[in-house]
């Protein structure tokens, strides 16, 4: 964004103007550096009341006098084109112009404004290097519930393991043994508890579906979505 330059010297500003008009956007628009004279020259002795539509047309373009600007709409026309011109300049011949010139609209009165400081190209972000031996991120799907028969079925789990591991502990003690304990239950769990290796309990829940009076079971349906196929 720009902004006005209050402290600005005479010499500054026509600085600014001359080069204006001495560039080549300029170069075959006669008309349009005759008014960007008169309005900034105004400007600069401080004869901004000047700068009226009827005082710009007879001075700055030849206008007669008693014309009627409301019939006449060259100073409006100029102005309008004045402007354009002078964004093209500053975009494409004067870009490190640190003054410029500014005509605002719905106004004859010049502005000298300092340009607006370019921000520096942001650095390149380098890519993180992935090491080969480093796990990959597992995306979670986000909202997603565990099915409460699955927790039940879990928990069911995790006490039958506590209660076969305690029955087996106590079977060991010099206590007689636990009568719920039976060679049965002691072929399947001996061989986990006796283990030093950690032991993983996994329970898996499949679906039923319920046809009319019907209850259909298939071992590789597990989606609502597989259930037609």
């Keep these: 964004m720009s902004t006005t330059v209050d402290n600005l010297l005479a010499e500054e500003k026509r600085e600014a103007l001359n080069l204006v008009c001495q560039s080549q956007t300029f170069a075959r628009s006669d008309r349009l550096k005759d008014l960007l004279r008169f309005v900034c020259e105004a400007e600069i002795e401080g004869h901004q009341e000047n700068l009226k539509e009827y005082v710009i047309g007879i001075a700055a373009l030849g206008r007669p006098q008693g014309y009627s600007p409301s019939e006449d709409s060259s100073v409006r026309s100029r ?8 964004e093209k300049f500053y975009a494409k011949e004067a870009t490190d112009a640190s003054i410029r010139i500014e005509i605002p609209r719905g106004s004859y009165i010049p502005r000298f404004v ?81 283990s030093k290796a950690p032991v993983l309990v996994s ?22 979505g597989a259930v037609e196929s």
């Design 79 to 86: 102005a309008y084109e004045l402007r354009r011109k002078l």
């Design 114 to 194: 300092h340009a607006p400081v370019p921000k520096p190209p942001a650095e390149p972000v380098q890519p993180v290097a992935v090491l080969p031996w480093a796990p990959a991120a597992v995306p979670q799907a986000a909202g997603r519930r565990v099915p409460v028969p699955l927790v039940i079925a879990f928990l069911a789990g995790v006490i039958l393991t506590s209660v076969a591991m305690t029955a087996w502990n106590g079977s060991r003690g010099p206590s007689p043994r636990n009568a719920a304990w039976t060679p049965d239950l002691e072929a399947i769990w001996k061989p986990l508890i006796d």
């Design 203 to 224: 329970f898996q829940t499949r679906l039923f579906f319920r046809v009319g009076g019907l209850n259909v079971r298939d071992w590789k349906v597990d989606t609502i």
